[in-house]
């Protein structure tokens, strides 16, 4: 056994690192019950310019309808982004995302029984999504972006999802660079946390990202995703996992365009689930759906 699974593995039951379980309050809603099994978040883009779906949602209709396909397939829970957070991408002025995303959140939230989740920094996007229908608000900038968000899912009591990251967009990759990524990662959430909480956002209600291939490297992204459970350890909060499609992925199989990279997101997804994610956020859930079942199966039997 190497080193890394020893530090994670209990000696005697050979189980990987334990997940605790977490509920997870939600307004107007039944709370997220994190921990028994793995939960799956679909990726709904509804930008003409994003990585992972070239634009294929960037009309509220056919939005709407794959966001009914990704529930008919079993998904948890559906995350709506308006603007493309991908390395080197421009900021989008706060009016025209809400023009995209608040068609596709109304459409679906008196359709569908799965939470909605707001993909933005903005304060202002976050306030109307919510009040439109979305119940939890992913910040991928950990509130470094916008502080005043903190109040916004402090007032409404929405569930916040801090992910790790450095910098903006045009800069992150120069902001790469750790000593120990697997505590860096912990310490700056760890500060995130405090920023929320000091808005008055109840830590219960806090979900963790590590951010993959978010101000890191390949190798930083590969070493976090190892270091999940432990980071989620550290800070005693669920953690949310998205390698979906992304470009560290490459550094392993070669280059390949995003729409050919299900079958390695398929193992970092698997990866995610055995070394302890709550949540996982994809692209492609139908088939990511069969994938965390099986790895889910393997997790129980281990125990």
């Not at 996992?241 to 997101?265: H, I, M, N």
């Amino acid at each position: 056994m190497n080193r890394w699974i020893h530090r994670f593995t209990n000696s005697r039951t050979h189980q990987l690192f334990p997940r605790p379980r977490y509920v997870v309050p939600l307004p107007g809603r039944e709370p997220l019950q994190l921990g028994a099994r793995t939960l799956v978040m679909g990726v709904l883009n509804i930008t003409p310019d994003s990585f992972a779906d070239g634009g294929r949602h960037f009309n509220a209709g056919r939005a709407v309808d794959a966001g009914l396909a990704m529930v008919d397939a079993g998904v948890d829970l559906i995350d709506v982004g308006g603007e493309s957070t991908r390395p080197g991408a421009d900021p989008l002025p706060a009016d025209e995302e809400l023009r995209r995303v608040l068609p596709v959140i109304e459409g679906l939230a008196g359709r569908v029984g799965v939470p909605i989740s707001i993909d933005t920094y903005k304060a202002s996007v976050a306030r109307t999504a919510l009040a439109a229908g979305a119940s939890i608000v992913n910040d991928i900038s950990g509130l470094s972006y916008e502080p005043e968000l903190a109040a916004i899912a402090a007032e409404t009591r929405a569930a916040l999802v801090l992910m790790h990251t450095r910098g903006r967009s045009k800069d992150m990759y120069s902001l790469a660079r750790y000593d120990d990524v697997a505590r860096e990662i912990a310490s700056e959430l760890r500060k995130a946390i405090d920023r929320a909480t000091s808005a008055g956002v109840s830590r219960d209600a806090i979900i963790v990202d590590p951010g993959l291939g978010f101000a890191k490297k390949a190798e930083h992204s590969y070493a976090a995703l190892a270091a999940i459970g432990q980071i989620s350890d550290w800070l005693e909060r669920p953690i949310l996992s998205g390698p979906s499609r992304k470009s560290f992925l490459t550094a392993a199989t070669g280059d390949r365009v995003p729409d050919a990279r299900e079958w390695a997101t398929a193992a970092a997804v698997t990866a995610s689930v055995l070394f302890g994610a709550h949540i996982v956020r994809v692209h492609g859930v139908a088939a990511m759906m069969d994938v965390v079942r099986v790895a889910d199966r393997i997790r129980a039997s281990m125990s």
